[in-house]
């Protein structure tokens, strides 16, 4: 197997902003992504109303909350919540610096989707910084459970996904999605699928101050008696399949930078990811930190890669 990787970081080459909605909170929000240098990582900055900025990382060690979204931050008045779709888009895109403004608690949910913010990002244009890119190799196996629920990392060359789920709903059932994880594979296969919920949920969330800008525009809503509420339908066959695997992929670009290794999943979420990431980062036999050699081109060939010696870099842990 042979996958071609970026040998060099990446930013985008102008400012672009998006205007929506907080899935949660309901209220108008408004995001900027802006250039960064190399080695500055993903960074939110919640802006707020008396002027004050809260910094947050995009790594794992900054993830709060897993129960409906991935949360980066530790109380609501600091957070940044619903990450995980702006995060597969920038992480299917190679981007691997960049500052992302935003006005509220939360990432606006857009349709549900990350097809938006892929397209922003290109009518942005990418830019390579030409500094080396590092990735975190998985050398074995890292499994965690969580009841029925489980996850795993594998050595792979390259970067791939294999996420099953499996609902006590006919409409959805057990189904899958596998594939090698390219920019294009994730445009094309991932990006359009749309977050899920089902009816009967949506009283009880409403009165926990929950799914309060939730619509039929951003998510795919199923009926009690297992329908499709929306009138287009589906995206995809099996786009909750591929809405996990778009979630999985936002999660795990939380380690902070690119992993080569494959990451699979059944009856996995927010939750699972997390705690499966966490897990790979905290065994240091369980992965090294590599990069391309020489500079002949702009991608190498994941067997190309070797290891570094440098034991500072762990932008995790940040």
Not at 154 to 167: Q, S
Request: hydrophobic share 45%; aromatic share 8%; proline share 3%.
């Amino acid at each position: 197997m042979a996958i071609g990787l970026l040998s060099f970081q990446t930013t985008i080459a102008q400012p672009a902003t998006l205007k929506g909605t907080g899935v949660h909170s309901g209220q108008p929000v408004t995001m900027s992504f802006l250039p960064a240098e190399a080695g500055t990582g993903i960074v939110f900055h919640r802006q707020h109303a008396d002027g004050r900025v809260t910094e947050l990382k995009a790594v794992s060690s900054q993830v709060g909350n897993t129960d409906l979204s991935t949360v980066l931050g530790f109380s609501p008045d600091h957070w940044v919540a619903t990450v995980e779709h702006v995060m597969a888009a920038i992480y299917a895109l190679g981007i691997d610096n960049l500052i992302i403004e935003v006005d509220g608690p939360e990432t606006p949910v857009m349709d549900g989707s990350s097809a938006v913010y892929i397209d922003a990002i290109e009518q942005a244009g990418i830019m390579s910084l030409g500094v080396k890119r590092r990735y975190i190799r998985v050398l074995k196996t890292v499994r965690v459970e969580n009841g029925a629920s489980w996850g795993e990392f594998r050595p792979f060359d390259g970067t791939r996904f294999e996420v099953e789920i499996d609902f006590d709903c006919a409409l959805i059932g057990r189904q899958g999605w596998k594939g090698n994880l390219t920019a294009e594979t994730f445009k094309t296969e991932l990006s359009r699928a749309r977050t899920f919920g089902f009816m009967r949920d949506v009283e009880r969330l409403w009165a926990a101050g929950l799914a309060l800008g939730s619509s039929l525009e951003n998510s795919v809503v199923i009926s009690d008696d297992d329908k499709v509420v929306n009138v287009e339908g589906l995206r995809y066959a099996d786009e909750f399949a591929r809405h996990k695997t778009l979630d999985a992929v936002g999660d795990l670009a939380l380690a902070g930078a690119q992993f080569i290794g494959c990451y699979r999943s059944y009856r996995g979420g927010h939750k699972v990811n997390s705690m499966a990431l966490k897990a790979l980062l905290s065994d240091a036999t369980a992965y090294e930190v590599v990069e391309a050699p020489g500079a002949r081109s702009a991608q190498a060939r994941a067997r190309e890669f070797v290891a570094v010696s440098e034991p500072g870099f762990a932008p995790w842990s940040a």
